[in-house]
């Protein structure tokens, strides 16, 4: 419905909201450079930005990245638990459910819409964010049409893929 441009400006406006909860994350993993790329990006996207509708950071060599309660559990060692398909915010597991609870509390909107947000900015997440043409992974359940099994195995793949990226290089 809207313009390119224009969403683009407001994913980038909220990826910089979004940045104090990156930054929290990052130093409760100890990753002190991306610490400081959060930290440096959410500055001068937030001046020159003008408020982040632009990202003057990447051109300037702070590239964006991603943090969540999620992955610092994982980190610490915390199993993924049981997995769970939560309504309005799609599949997850014990972890990254409790993982999300706590980045929306460190979320600035958090406060703004007394909790309203952690519907309205993550029900449409999964909208953006899955595989596309890829309904299984890792072999398993090969050619399967069953949603539940092809999501389950997708979000297990996903979350491995960020505990690996939160632990670092091996």
């Given at each position: 419905v809207l313009p390119d441009p224009v969403r683009r400006a407001l994913n980038r406006f909220f990826d910089n909201l979004n940045s104090s909860q990156v930054l929290v994350n990052d130093m409760l993993q100890l990753e002190w450079h991306d610490a400081w790329t959060c930290t440096a990006r959410l500055g001068i996207n937030s001046t020159l930005g003008l408020a982040g509708f632009f990202d003057p950071a990447s051109s300037l060599g702070f590239e964006r990245h991603t943090s969540d309660f999620g992955q610092t559990l994982a980190l610490s060692g915390a199993p993924?638990?049981?997995?769970?398909?939560?309504?309005?915010?799609?599949?997850?597991?014990?972890?990254?459910?409790?993982?999300?609870?706590v980045d929306a509390l460190l979320h600035p909107t958090f406060y703004a819409m007394g909790g309203y947000d952690l519907v309205f900015f993550s029900g449409t997440a999964g909208l953006?964010?899955?595989?596309p043409n890829s309904p299984t992974t890792g072999g398993r359940h090969t050619g399967t049409t069953h949603l539940t099994?092809?999501?389950t195995d997708c979000h297990a793949n996903d979350?491995?893929?960020?505990?690996?990226h939160a632990q670092g290089p091996a």
């Amino acid at each position: 419905v809207l313009p390119d441009p224009v969403r683009r400006a407001l994913n980038r406006f909220f990826d910089n909201l979004n940045s104090s909860q990156v930054l929290v994350n990052d130093m409760l993993q100890l990753e002190w450079h991306d610490a400081w790329t959060c930290t440096a990006r959410l500055g001068i996207n937030s001046t020159l930005g003008l408020a982040g509708f632009f990202d003057p950071a990447s051109s300037l060599g702070f590239e964006r990245h991603t943090s969540d309660f999620g992955q610092t559990l994982a980190l610490s060692g915390a199993p993924s638990g049981t997995y769970l398909i939560l309504p309005l915010l799609g599949p997850t597991t014990v972890r990254d459910g409790i993982g999300l609870g706590v980045d929306a509390l460190l979320h600035p909107t958090f406060y703004a819409m007394g909790g309203y947000d952690l519907v309205f900015f993550s029900g449409t997440a999964g909208l953006t964010t899955g595989r596309p043409n890829s309904p299984t992974t890792g072999g398993r359940h090969t050619g399967t049409t069953h949603l539940t099994l092809a999501c389950t195995d997708c979000h297990a793949n996903d979350n491995t893929d960020k505990a690996l990226h939160a632990q670092g290089p091996a």
